[in-house]
């Protein structure tokens, strides 16, 4: 059986607890690995190789950090397909989905490498007379990440990046469903050159949180995860004297109009609700249809579904694959079994038909969905889709903003003063134009409003940057220089 443990200081370290979780391949719902789970002090070691190794790093050159970012950069990139079937043997989406993580996670690693750039700051010349004024951003010290089972590479990646870059150190607690991927980025940040304790990773459960958000050496958490430990994450974090940024729960919806193009839409609607079986916080869940075209749409989208095939992630012919584990496809399972006695109609039901072993759930479409019911109020976090009817546009915003949650929206229109109005009026963190999956690029930031997000800062890009470091302002009066010396030599930076 693969055990997978801790990287600390540089180097594996097998986990003494005698605890373990178990590994599976979500395509067979057999067990591959175990991977151990970390005691206190083990997490202790962790931070305190972090707090080690921060005063060198942090006096690292600008450029020296720039070109461990490009180095890591060109590894990621050549070990693309190794990383996304260490993504697909685990978290089991399909190869092509497993490449996109990847592909996205690169691009923070692109925008780091701009960190001269990025963390410069101003200066006042002659604020007063004789006296100039500058502004500089340092790195606060150690940095830990929570990171979700469903982009187990892409989620890390947006927050060591900017972090490591800034100049911090870093401990990375991943999902106990699918860890060996970052014990790879690990051995990548070592061959890129960043020096031993600059980045951990310790493996655990909630024990493993806890130890983190106790720890009074570690300056900021990042999170992404559901909304109740979010807000569990940044309550106590924050009460601790932390900086925490702590991304929850999503129901994103999409709103289409009667003037919309429908095959479009209903493509964008498959494609968003059902990729990565449907385990994103930025998929597509609810459906608005205006009233008028809503049968033709349901009618399109139930079509779609059908058609999806569904199978292994390793099988080239899969377009999706299964969902992580055997309790979470049975939780995804109940909100079906529990949609028709709600009212809802079950339109494409997936639970039937599917694949033979492992824990699979094929597409689902739902319609005549409402607030109040569970397939509505909760965040699903799997392959249902569900329709709403709307009056409209007014109708359909009203709903949106009514949501506890507000992380991505889309409107499908080929108006362009109703989308306008829509990115104006909506409440959302994230919104898309014709474009049903939102999340921005590396140099904007990804974050919703609401109960979706925990904290003042979005996550990577600026708000990430800013996050990572602390500013400090420096008033400084010098009298002329009295003496100095020839040299030279070629100025360097390093």
């Not at 594996?12 to 057999?30: I, L, Q």
């Not at 070990?79 to 089991?92: F, P, V």
């Not at 911090?168 to 790879?184: G, R, W, Y």
Request: proline share 5%; aromatic share 8%; net charge negative.
């Amino acid at each position: 059986m693969k055990r997978i443990d801790h990287w600390i200081d540089g180097r594996t370290v097998a986990s003494t607890s005698g605890r373990t979780s178990p590994v599976f391949d979500p395509s067979t719902g057999e067990q591959t690995a175990e991977v151990g789970l970390a005691t206190t002090d083990e997490v202790e070691a962790a931070v305190a190789s972090a707090v080690a190794a921060f005063p060198e790093w942090r006096a690292t050159s600008l450029s020296r950090r720039s070109e461990v970012m490009f180095r890591l950069r060109e590894l990621v990139d050549a070990n693309r397909k190794e990383i996304a079937s260490l993504l697909t043997a685990e978290h089991g989406k399909v190869l092509s989905d497993s490449l996109g993580e990847v592909a996205r996670g690169l691009e923070n690693i692109e925008f780091a490498c701009g960190i001269p750039q990025l963390i410069k700051g101003e200066y006042s010349e002659q604020a007063s007379a004789g006296v100039d004024v500058h502004s500089i951003r340092q790195p606060i010290g150690v940095v830990a990440g929570i990171t979700p089972f469903n982009f187990p590479a892409m989620v890390p990646m947006w927050m060591f990046a900017n972090a490591l870059a800034c100049g911090n150190t870093f401990v990375l607690k991943p999902s106990e469903k699918d860890p060996s991927v970052n014990l790879f980025v690990a051995e990548l940040l070592a061959t890129a050159g960043l020096p031993d304790g600059c980045f951990n990773v310790v493996q655990g459960d909630r024990d493993a949180v806890e130890a983190i958000l106790a720890h009074d050496d570690v300056a900021a958490v990042s999170f992404v995860g559901s909304t109740p430990i979010a807000r569990h994450v940044y309550e106590t974090g924050t009460a601790n004297g932390k900086r925490v940024q702590a991304l929850g729960g999503a129901k994103n919806h999409m709103l289409v109009l009667a003037d919309a193009d429908l095959d479009a839409a209903a493509d964008a609607a498959v494609s968003a609700g059902y990729g990565s079986a449907g385990e994103r916080c930025m998929a597509i869940s609810v459906v608005l249809a205006a009233e008028e075209i809503a049968d033709d749409l349901v009618a399109k989208v139930a079509e779609r579904a059908s058609a999806v095939t569904v199978g292994a992630g390793t099988d080239p012919d899969s377009e999706m694959g299964p969902l992580v584990t055997g309790e979470h496809r049975d939780r995804v399972r109940g909100y079906v079994d529990g949609a028709a006695e709600g009212g809802a109609t079950v339109v494409v039901d997936g639970r039937e038909g599917v694949p033979d072993g492992g824990f699979f759930l094929n597409p689902t479409l739902l319609d005549g969905v409402e607030p109040g019911m569970a397939c509505y109020d909760d965040e699903i976090f799997g392959p249902v889709l569900s329709v709403m009817r709307v009056g409209g546009y007014q109708e359909g915003v009203e709903v949106i903003n009514a949501n506890p949650y507000a992380n991505g929206t889309a409107i499908f229109t080929r108006d362009g003063g109703a989308a306008r109005r829509f990115q104006f009026d909506v409440e959302v963190g994230m919104v898309g134009v014709n474009v049903p999956v939102p999340v921005p690029v590396s140099y904007y930031s990804f974050g919703g409003w609401k109960a979706s997000l925990f904290g003042d800062t979005h996550m990577y890009g600026p708000d990430g940057i800013a996050f990572c470091t602390r500013g400090k302002v420096v008033t400084s009066r010098w009298p002329d220089p009295a003496t100095s010396t020839v040299d030279l030599g070629f100025p360097e930076t390093r």
